[in-house]
């Protein structure tokens, strides 16, 4: 006998866990070809093991010169047998005998074998082994699919990939949190409707009532414990969140594709034509199963021409023939049924509309190919598991993981160590590169600025509510949304936004709407069609905007930011090189009183500029300056006290730069200035003067009438002398003379009594006089200086200047 644990290895039987890809019909199938299975194997053990024919010789030719039939035996047999069985030997003893043929052993087992391969139909002979054979066909048909190198792996993925979310603890979580909120909808429609009813019949005893009853209501949900079911601990989110990235990327290999419908429609069809082989033959055969035949021997062997012989197992064989052929029709007509349903159905498209409506997940898409196949047969084992399936193939329900994932993570204790100071010495929350915002971060009240950077599917709830001291905000390739709390809150609160984006659609329309934003620094590709849009016509409503920053390529100022003219202070554009052609919007912002033009490809000054009356700053560094004449009409500006021209190609500065009276701050360093015109000097207000980075050779004898000169850089120039008029700005706090020429210091540097730090480093100094240790508040560390010239001081000059 095969053992029967032989015979699961060539079914799917040895991964139990493929069954919940076995429909009814699949699972009858294969214990019905267990059960014919067991037949053949039971006709080839009595094939084996008992004799399989015993032959007589037929003494009684016929009549007509032939042999006769062997059915006549059966009745003349019966008279041989009253006539010549025995032999009376006495009163009480009788002697039994047969007839006597003159065969020995040997010629009766050279017949039997003879007349069996001879005289029996082959079906008789070979039913078993064709019962075995076509067993083993038909179960090999209903699991190839599961063998087949193209299949199997996608099977065995799917089903462990299955398992996996019917057993992950988010999937209940998911399931149950959505189905709360549900309920809480339907709880708040009642109370509106319920409210407006009574409100129409103007009970106040009725509302009174509603009111009480709502507040009874939440606190007894607030009483009601959480079910433990709902914890998720950060092992099972991770594993979740591994889960939802399996099956995307299951979903996009199998999707492309109907290999799996296609093989499993191959070998139904394959069972089919079996089955219909299989019941023709053997109807037609069956009836040759004959228990007595006769066989023809050459005569001169036995001296008998003609055996009759006895089958054994025909009439067991012909009662297990029937038996099959029935077995084989339940089986066929499975088939059938299989095939009926995979063409009558659309098997290669799953929708979980039902899915949809009875979990509340909205998002779940609908799948198509071998995927939907996959989940149609699931569905035929229990219907449960592509419901739980489903929750990871919504997106919602993947963002609400990754958000509990990111609460695991991101401690209040561990935000609250990354809080700092930033430039603006606000109490600063930076997060980095990370999948969403941590609800944890609206536990931290202190937080006064919150920079998100390179962070995705940021949306800001509306417990930003709890974060008071909030008044800054930096989004930098961070697109955020805002649910109505927040933006109700940040409207009321905001000061400072900062944007970084990489195109104008990232630019938030919740911006518009900040009544309160003092500060708006925009950082991206602003396309000019972006500029002329409406979208920018909403910076009316801030009201209160007082500094707008513009890091973009634009080709003019945008027409909108004419819309804030009356309250705007300050406007910065930082062009990164690209030309800014058009100026016309500066006019109207008449009460600017601060403008910077970085790397707007300027080649002169716009002369709109000229015509704010109250600008105060003007910064235009980067820019292709080569000539500043129209500086001249500077002077209507003023209130102009700081004119930086830093990072230009400017050669020359012309003489009636000294109508700049006002002038405080002037930065010309950086550019190609050769010599000085005297009348600068006139600009007798200037506090501050930069002159590094040029080619200047001499300095003009009038620097000394800058008398309120508090810092003076000429670093990084050609001197090699100093005017003695140089040292009569007493008021110097800041001398820069770096990387010149220079031979010799005047010993009148002793006059700059407040001189904080004078840098020398880079000339041809021999010596330092000594009447520097009269420059009473200048340390020894703020002399920047080679240390051998240092050394050279006398040791009380040293002393005097290291203990101040």
């Known amino acids: ?215 009874s209501g939440s606190e007894q949900k607030s009483a009601e414990p959480q079910p433990t079911a709902s914890l998720l601990d950060k092992k099972e989110g991770e594993q979740a969140k591994a889960l939802f990235e399996k099956v995307r990327k299951f979903r996009t290999h199998v999707e492309a594709a109907d290999l799996l419908y296609f093989m499993y429609v191959l070998q139904t069809a394959l069972k089919v034509f079996k089955f219909a082989l299989i019941t023709v033959y053997s109807v037609a055969l069956v009836p040759n199963i004959q228990i007595v035949v006769m066989c023809s021997v050459p005569p001169d062997l036995t001296g ?47 929708s979980f509309e039902a899915v949809r409506l009875e979990t509340g997940i909205n998002d779940i898409p609908d799948v198509k ?113 805002l649910q109505l709390e927040a933006l109700s809150h940040l409207r009321e609160n905001l000061k400072v936004l900062r944007l970084g984006f990489e195109g104008p659609e990232q630019v938030p329309l919740w911006m518009y709407s900040l009544q309160s934003l003092e500060e708006l620094h925009l950082s991206g590709a602003l396309s000019s069609e972006f500029s002329r849009g409406p979208a920018l016509d909403s910076l009316r409503e801030l009201k209160n905007l007082r500094l707008l920053t513009l890091r973009c390529k634009l080709t003019k100022i945008p027409p909108s930011v004419v819309d804030v003219c009356g309250q705007l202070l300050r406007l910065c554009v930082h062009n990164e090189g690209t030309r800014l052609q058009v100026y016309n919007s500066l006019k109207k912002l008449v009460n600017l009183s601060a403008l910077e033009l970085t790397g707007c490809g300027l080649e002169r000054i716009p002369s709109a500029v000229f015509s704010l009356s109250l600008l105060q ?96 850089s000429l670093a990084f120039n050609s001197l090699e002398s100093l005017p003695e008029e140089l040292f009569s700005c007493k008021r110097l706090k800041v001398l820069a003379l770096g990387n010149n020429s220079i031979s010799s210091l005047s010993p009148r540097v002793g006059n700059l009594a407040q001189l904080l730090r004078l840098e020398l480093k880079g000339n041809r100094l021999e010596s330092l006089p000594v009447e520097i240790a009269d420059c009473v508040s200048l340390k020894l560390t703020a002399v920047i200086v080679e240390d051998s010239l240092m050394d050279l001081l006398p040791p009380d000059v040293k002393d005097r200047m290291k203990h101040r």
């Open 1 to 215: 006998m095969i053992p029967v644990n032989e015979i699961r290895s060539i079914t799917s039987e040895q991964n139990p866990h493929l069954r919940v890809l076995k429909p009814w019909w699949d699972v009858l199938s294969e214990y019905l070809g267990v059960t014919m299975l067991m037949i053949g194997v039971f006709g080839c053990t009595l094939q084996l093991t008992q004799d399989k024919i015993s032959c007589l010789p037929n003494r009684f030719p016929d009549l007509s010169g032939g042999e006769r039939d062997c059915s006549h035996l059966r009745q003349e047999n019966q008279s041989l047998w009253e006539f010549s069985i025995t032999k009376h030997l006495g009163p009480d003893v009788v002697e039994v005998f047969g007839r006597k043929n003159g065969l020995d052993i040997h010629q009766y087992e050279f017949v039997n074998h003879f007349c069996y391969e001879r005289a029996v139909h082959w079906y008789g002979k070979y039913f078993p082994y064709l019962v075995v054979i076509h067993s083993m066909i038909f179960m090999v048909a209903s699991s190839f699919w599961f063998k087949f190198p193209g299949t199997s792996s996608k099977i065995e993925l799917f089903v462990t990939i299955l398992r996996k979310c019917f057993d992950s603890p988010w999937t209940t979580r998911a399931i149950s949190e959505v189905y709360e909120e549900r309920r809480e909808e339907r709880m708040v429609v009642w109370r509106k409707n319920t409210m407006t009813k009574s409100a129409a019949d103007n009970n106040d005893d009725m509302v009174s009532l509603i009111r009480s009853s709502i507040k």
């Open 617 to 712: 700053e003007l910064d235009l560094r980067e820019n292709r300056l080569t000539t500043v004449e129209e500086i001249l009409s500077l002077q209507h500006c003023r209130r102009l006290t700081v004119l930086k021209l830093w990072h230009n190609h400017i050669s020359y500065i012309p003489e009636h730069i000294s109508k700049l009276r006002a002038l405080e701050t002037l930065d010309l360093s950086w550019n190609k200035i050769r010599s000085l015109p005297p009348r600068l000097c006139y600009c007798t207000k200037l506090r501050h003067l930069d002159l590094s980075h040029n080619q200047l050779a001499s300095l003009p004898s009038e620097i000394g009438i800058l008398q309120s000169l508090q810092f003076l």
């Open 369 to 481: 190919n071998d995927f939907a196949f996959l989940l149609h047969l699931s569905d035929q084992y229990d219907a449960l598991y592509s419901k739980r399936f489903a929750v990871f193939l919504s997106e919602v329900s993947e963002c609400r993981l990754r958000q509990l994932n990111l609460n695991l993570e991101w401690t209040a204790d561990k935000l609250r160590a990354r809080l700092s100071r930033n430039a603006s010495e606000r109490l600063e929350l930076a997060l980095f590169l990370l999948p969403g915002l941590p609800d944890t971060v609206f536990e931290i009240s202190e937080v006064q600025s919150l920079k998100l950077e390179l962070i995705s599917n940021v949306t800001i709830p509306g417990t930003v509510s709890q974060l008071p001291a909030l008044q800054e905000m930096v989004l930098i390739h961070s697109p955020a949304k």
């Open 304 to 350: 008998f021409s003609v055996f009759c012989c006895n089958y054994n197992k025909a009439h067991l064989f012909s009662k297990l023939a029937y038996c099959y052929i029935c077995f084989v029709g339940v089986y066929g007509l499975l088939c059938v049924y299989s095939l009926y349903w995979l063409f009558h159905r659309p098997l290669k498209e799953y």
